[in-house]
């Protein structure tokens, strides 16, 4: 298994903060999430971490066993 995280508004939007999927392709675990959420996943402004690390390139992700990959929102502030 490997984990999702959701931080922020991604949270919200998902309902919890992590969600535990099965190892493969992350376009096919995406595909199998709510589409509202897969949606919102894959906003251009919303950045992916793959074990703590930051993904530049978002294409052919496969999650191993225990990886993590976080989806990160973007910031505003004041």
Sequence with gaps: MARLIFLGRLEDIAGTGEMSVASGP?????AALDPAL??????????MALNGRLLTDMGGIVLGEGDELAFLPPVSGG
């Design 26 to 30: 992350v376009e096919h675990i995406l």
């Design 38 to 47: 897969a949606v919102q996943l894959l906003g251009e402004k919303v950045r």
